[in-house]
């Protein structure tokens, strides 16, 4: 019911900048608590910000913090995610993903997030 596409990904340089953007379709009447996660091969999904419906409630996986900032415009239905300052080991599949359940305001725990997109690949070189 809800189709979530990820854009923005790309090759950068370490210490550049990427800016990823997550459009949101299907159920355009609703929204939902949002996260960006990635995956590097080999390695577990990892959680990396998420925020609420209103916007005004961010979480920072521990790795990004102070580098990367998450956002959203209601409007537009859209999620980003800036990413400053960027290290080779930023580099990975990154998901943007949607909490359903009404009762999580936002979460930073894998198996709340109920809808993903199909991923965008950031490749950070030194």
């Known amino acids: 019911q809800v189709q979530l596409v990820e854009s923005g990904g790309g090759l950068v340089q370490a210490g550049g900048s990427l800016r990823l953007s997550c459009a949101a379709s299907g159920r355009t009447s609703r929204r939902y608590p949002m996260g960006w996660w990635r995956q590097a091969p080999g390695k577990e999904r990892e959680f990396v910000s998420a925020?609420?419906?209103?916007?005004?409630?961010?979480y920072y996986g521990d790795s990004v913090k102070g580098r990367f900032t998450i956002s959203r415009d209601n409007g537009r239905n859209t999620v980003d995610l800036q990413m400053n300052s960027l290290k080779p080991e930023d580099t990975a599949v990154y998901y943007c993903?949607?909490?359903?359940?009404?009762?999580?305001?936002?979460?930073?725990?894998?198996?709340?997030?109920?809808?993903w997109g199909q991923g965008t690949q950031v490749t950070v070189f030194s």
């Open positions: 993903a949607a909490v359903s359940n009404s009762a999580v305001h936002i979460t930073k725990w894998k198996f709340e997030y109920d809808y």
């Open positions: 925020i609420n419906i209103a916007g005004d409630v961010t």
